[in-house]
Structure formats: C-alpha cells, structure tokens
C-alpha cells in the first residue's frame, strides 16, 4: 500500500527553524513536492525536488529560506525551514504521484507565532 506521512510540524517563534520530513512507504516516487494551505486560502506548492535530489525548485517566498532534499535510501523526503514568518503558518503536505494517481499524505500543521 501507498503512503506518504508527514512529521516535524508544531509551533515555533518567528525567526525560528523546524524541519519536516515526509515518509514513503510503498513504493519510491519520481518527482516530489510539498505543499501548504494556510486558514482561508487554496493549497500552493511549495518546493518540489526530482527523483535524484538534484533538481530543486522553490516558490519565491520561500527561497533562499527552505531547503528541500530527500534520502532515497531512506525513501524521505525533507524541507528544513528557517527564519520562518507568521505567513509561513499552514497545514503543510508532501505529494508523489505514481502512474497517474496522485499521493497525498495527511499533513502536519506548522504555527508560526509569539
């Protein structure tokens, strides 16, 4: 069975770090991605990496601040995040797609706040 489970969200001070990491189980995905959705508005992709790790791409938000990589031995993906801002608040989920069938895990919530 297919999975992908996401940890490491929870609640940090602004200007702070935390790193999430998303599990495979299953199976070994190509492309991967993080996602977020904050109160009230539409998911956005966040960052993706390819299926070596060497390709990254990162919304404009987020560069220079995020950094995406992956363990393929491990089939882990990861985003370490830091000087997070109270606008980086959001239910964060990593996505694969296999065959044509898109993966999903259930998220993890990272709070930025005082």
């Known amino acids: 069975q297919v999975q992908l489970a996401e940890s490491g969200g929870g609640l940090v001070q602004p200007g702070g770090s935390l790193r999430l990491s998303c599990v495979a189980s299953?199976?070994?995905?190509?492309?991967m991605k993080w996602y977020r959705q904050a109160p009230g508005k539409e998911r956005e992709l966040v960052a993706s990496?390819?299926?070596?790790?060497?390709?990254?791409m990162y919304i404009g938000s987020v560069a220079g601040r995020f950094t995406i990589s992956r363990d393929n031995v491990k089939n882990t993906m990861y985003l370490q995040m830091n000087s997070l801002k109270p606008e980086d608040t959001a239910v964060y989920y990593c996505?694969?797609?296999?065959?044509?069938?898109?993966?999903w895990g259930k998220g993890t919530l990272v709070t930025v706040s005082l």
């Open positions: 990496i390819s299926s070596g790790g060497g390709d990254k």
């Open positions: 299953g199976f070994t995905f190509g492309i």
């Open positions: 996505y694969g797609n296999r065959g044509g069938v898109d993966y």
